[in-house]
């Protein structure tokens, strides 16, 4: 099946830092989602973005679909920003997503 | 809009016991739903996709006669840990999706501990 490779695994930023986040896929996918997992479980929606970019605030996120990867960009952040990070794909339309392992970010005041 | 929810948030019971968790999108119909696994500090595992009136699909390595699953309508599907033991202890989310290539949309979670 497909692989999801997400880096860097951990980071810590200072409040007001900007970050990158990546995420590269072992084969095509059709879509692909952006969440943040909060301390209480909760998967927040980010972006649902098959290619090219959104922007959504102080986040944005581009996807290169012909290269297999996507990025998501945290501008300005803040300590409600910490939390961990996924990203997740499906192969095709109709697979399910599969999930990558995740970025661990940890905004300090 | 696509909201889901899972029910109940936590559940606390004894070995042996068999508990059930229920996943309903609130405001649209959902043809596949999708049940994943989370352990502390890891990645979301999935562990079956169900369409509506059909028999589940498992991953590799889940038990089918232990992980019970209903997709009965298509905007309820129920997760049945049967016969739980404290392994089972985990996070579970289940994800509702209204057609093909469409996004998926997550429940709470429900944190499972088998005492």
């Known amino acids: 099946g497909i692989q999801v490779e997400q880096s860097p695994p951990d980071l810590i930023l200072q409040e007001g830092a900007n970050s990158t986040l990546r995420c590269n896929f072992s084969?095509?996918?059709?879509?692909l989602q952006w969440f943040h997992q909060n301390p209480w479980g909760q998967l927040i929606n980010l972006f649902y973005?098959?290619?090219g970019t959104k922007q959504n605030g102080r986040l944005s996120a581009t996807t290169v679909a012909t290269e297999r990867y996507s990025l998501l960009y945290i501008s300005s952040s803040q300590t409600t920003d910490s939390g961990v990070y996924f990203c997740?794909?499906?192969?095709?339309?109709?697979?399910?997503?599969?999930f990558g392992k995740g970025t661990r970010l940890s905004v300090i005041a | 809009g696509a909201v889901v929810s899972q029910h109940p948030s936590w559940v606390i019971c004894k070995s042996g016991t068999s508990v059930k968790i229920e996943c309903r999108s609130l405001?649209?119909?959902?043809?596949?739903m999708f049940w994943y696994r989370q352990f502390p500090k890891q990645s979301l595992m999935l562990m079956a996709t169900?369409?509506?009136?059909?028999?589940?699909?498992?991953e590799q390595g889940v038990e089918k006669d232990k992980f019970l699953i209903n997709h009965a309508s298509l905007t309820l599907s129920t997760l049945t840990v049967t016969s739980a033991h404290p392994e089972d202890s985990s996070f579970y989310i289940c994800?509702?999706?209204?057609?093909?290539?469409?996004?998926?949309?997550f429940g709470d979670g429900t944190r499972l501990s088998i005492l």
């Open positions: 994800s509702a999706r209204a057609q093909s290539g469409q996004p998926q949309h």
């Open positions: 084969d095509s996918v059709n879509n």
């Open positions: 973005i098959p290619s």
């Open positions: 997740a794909g499906p192969h095709s339309g109709n697979t399910p997503l599969v």
């Open positions: 405001d649209f119909q959902a043809t596949t």
């Open positions: 169900s369409n509506e009136g059909s028999k589940a699909t498992y």
